[in-house]
Every structure is written in structure tokens, then in C-alpha cells.
């Protein structure tokens, strides 16, 4: 029988020290071969699953048609409900079809000047006092009021969707999880019906409960909270994760930042590097395997629990020359932070408009920006890669 690797045991400082630097870790596996028998950190009950590592292996794993998003078991309980992140084809071209129609090149691009106006505030609010939690002030907030102003959710309480959402994405026990699903599915209901009952508004969540297909095919109510739940808590998650890491990865790299200072026509490199460097999604979600499948020799058994780890095929040095040296003038290309394939994220042009905006209008305000501490903690499992705090000065 094949080892199976504790994560957390095999990293330096444990549990704690891979969720603060889980590369070495995965790296030691990639030098081994591409497929690991795993078992995952958490503060609850440990997962044990099949790791996929490398960049090869994992471009070929997010095509491979044996290695499905459809769960094993039935979501007829499920409380949020289908959406792209468990669906594969022909559902999942359906799904993305219906989205697509509304969530368009043209929407999020139309959103530039109202992110401009949010960061601007949020600065404004942050910068005369001269030091700040980063996460709190800006990483958060950013891209929380965006997604809600485009779905058209109103006003909420910011911190208790924020303790919702991250323990959607990074739980502390089963319990939390649960009962965060449920109260934001709870919300989602609601906020759904009410958008049914009232006039037609110009947001995306009444665009999608509006829009039907040429074949008159529409999402259900089912579908139509699964999807503005990905919408809401993926679509502002992940960009948290971008402005936090990239903001560290260039205090980190005093060079780099100096450069881009002098030159922000490197801007738009500097967050590809920053996706590739210390991107916010660490493994891709859960995909199964749909029948035994066989991998540069080792066999992942049918039905098993499948995780790509992005955040290794990203510094994979067979793809990238000296991939842990933080360059924002290297040729990012190819990088897997946003996935690849059918899957690849949906909402990848918002969460770069954002970051770009974000890092532009901060180191223009805050020309000595600088680390005030060490970040408060690093969010547990491995799905998400940030911090929970990054307190700054300048």
C-alpha cells in the first residue's frame, strides 16, 4: 500500500508552518513523482485524498475527462445547490452558457471607473492614519462592495459575511462550515425572491434570473442560488488573496518594488507574477475520479477525492527558471492560478481589473509603504493561500 503523506507532519514547524510556507512541502513531493496519497491540515477532521503535482501533470489533470467535478454522492441535500464547481459536461456548458450571457467582457470592463471610485475611498479613509491592516482597509472591502454592487445584493454586514465567507473557504471545524452554508444560502434565498417580486433591476442577479437560452432553457431557483453563491463568495475571495499576497510578495522583494515604482508600465506583469508567485487559490477544488485512473505509474482508485496542487505546478522549475524568486519582469505565461480548461475561473478579468487598481492607487498614495509586523495568521487548509491580517505603515 502506498504512503500516505501528512502534509502538516512533513512540513518544518508543522501544521502551522505549511499553512505559512507550504511550497517546500510540495516541492519534496513533485521531486518524488507527480501523484501522492495525502493527508490534508485542518483544524478539523483530517481529509485523506490523491495530490496532483507538477505543472504537466496538472495542465493534464484540469483536461482529463476521468477526473470529474460531479461528486460521487447525491447533492439533492446539498444546501446552496448546483453551480460550475460540481457540474461537468454537458451540464456545466449549460450552466457557464446561461452565465456567460450576462457576465460579460463588456459588464466587467464597464465596472473600471466605479472600482476606481471604491479604491479611492478606501484610501482615503486608510491613508491619514498612517498605518492599517491591509486585509481589513483595502484586500477586503475592495472587491466585497464590487461583487455586491454588481450582483446587486444590498447593503449587508460586512463583518459577518466576511466570517461567513471564510468559513465557507477555510473552516475551522465541519460545525462552522455547515452552519455558514446554511445562513448564506438562507440570504441567498431571500434576496432572490425579492429580486422576483420587484421591478427589473440592471444588476447581474436579476440579469440571471431574467436570462433564457435560444432554446428557452433558464437557470432554476436550485441553480440560481448555487450560482450567485460562487459568484458572491468566489468572486471577492480570491481578489482578497491577490492584493494581500501580492502587496507582501513586493515588501518582501524591496528590489521589485523599487522597480515598479519607477515603472508601472510593468504593472500588469507584476500581478501575473504575483498569481504565479503566491497566488490565492493554493489547490484547485475537489475533482473524482470517474474510474481507476493511472498516473506515471500510480493509480488513483475510482471514486477517490482529487486535489491539483496550483500553487506547485506554478513553481514548477521544469516551467519556470528560479521559480521562487519573485520577478515582476519575468514571462509569467502559462501560469495556473486562475485554473485551466472549462473550468478556467469565470471571473479571472474582474479580480485582475481589481488588483491592478488596487496596487496602482496604493503605492501612488503610500510612497513608503512598508510591513508593520508579521501577518496575524495564515488561513488553514489548502484550498485558499493568504492571511487573515497584514498590518502595513507608511
Excluded at 32 to 43: M, S
Excluded at 48 to 60: S, Y
Aim: one cysteine or more.
Amino acid at each position: 500500500m502506498a504512503e500516505i503523506v501528512d502534509l502538516g507532519e512533513y512540513a518544518e514547524g508543522g501544521r502551522e508552518g505549511f499553512y505559512a510556507d507550504p511550497y517546500p512541502v510540495y516541492e519534496k513531493l513533485r521531486a518524488r513523482g507527480p501523484v501522492h496519497q495525502v493527508r490534508t491540515p485542518g483544524p478539523g477532521p483530517a481529509e485523506e485524498l490523491w495530490l496532483i503535482v507538477g505543472h504537466e501533470a496538472a495542465r493534464a489533470a484540469f483536461t482529463d475527462p476521468r477526473l470529474v467535478k460531479s461528486p460521487p454522492w447525491s447533492l439533492d441535500d446539498d444546501l446552496i445547490g448546483l453551480h460550475l464547481l460540481f457540474a461537468d459536461p454537458p451540464e456545466h456548458g449549460r450552466l457557464r452558457s446561461l452565465v456567460t450571457r450576462e457576465f460579460t467582457p463588456g459588464r466587467v470592463a464597464a465596472l473600471a471607473p466605479r472600482i476606481q471610485k471604491i479604491t479611492d475611498e478606501l484610501l482615503d479613509d486608510m491613508v491619514p492614519r498612517g498605518s492599517a491592516d491591509l486585509i481589513a482597509s483595502l484586500a477586503f472591502p475592495l472587491p466585497f462592495v464590487v461583487i455586491c454592487e454588481l450582483l446587486g445584493v444590498p447593503d449587508i454586514d460586512r463583518d459577518r459575511f466576511r466570517r461567513m465567507s471564510t468559513q465557507v473557504v477555510a473552516p475551522t471545524s465541519d460545525e462552522e462550515a455547515y452552519a455558514a452554508h446554511a445562513e448564506i444560502a438562507g440570504f441567498l434565498d431571500e434576496l432572490i425572491e425579492d429580486k422576483r417580486s420587484t421591478a427589473p433591476a440592471d444588476d447581474l442577479l436579476s440579469a440571471l434570473i431574467r436570462t433564457t437560452s435560444e432554446d428557452g432553457d433558464r437557470l432554476s431557483r436550485d441553480e440560481l442560488r448555487g450560482m450567485a453563491f460562487l459568484l458572491l463568495v468566489a468572486g471577492h475571495e480570491t481578489t482578497v488573496n491577490l492584493i494581500g499576497n501580492g502587496v507582501r510578495a513586493l515588501l518582501d522583494h524591496p528590489d521589485q518594488l523599487a522597480a515598479l515604482r519607477a515603472d508601472m508600465t510593468l504593472l500588469d506583469g507584476a500581478v501575473e507574477e504575483m498569481l504565479r508567485y503566491d497566488g490565492p487559490v493554493e489547490t484547485a477544488t475537489h475533482r473524482f475520479a470517474a474510474e481507476p485512473v493511472e498516473i506515471d505509474g500510480t493509480v488513483i482508485p475510482a471514486g477517490a477525492p482529487v486535489l491539483i496542487a496550483i500553487g506547485n505546478a506554478d513553481r514548477d522549475p521544469d516551467r519556470f527558471p528560479e521559480p521562487d524568486r519573485f520577478d515582476i519582469r519575468r514571462e509569467p505565461r502559462g501560469h495556473l492560478a486562475f485554473g485551466h480548461g472549462i473550468h478556467y475561473c469565470l471571473g479571472a478579468p474582474l479580480a485582475r481589473l481589481e488588483g491592478r487598481g488596487a496596487l496602482r492607487s496604493l503605492l501612488e498614495r503610500c510612497p513608503e509603504l512598508a510591513l508593520d509586523g508579521e501577518p496575524e495568521s495564515w488561513l488553514p487548509g489548502v484550498l485558499m493561500r493568504g492571511v487573515r491580517s497584514l498590518r502595513v505603515r507608511w
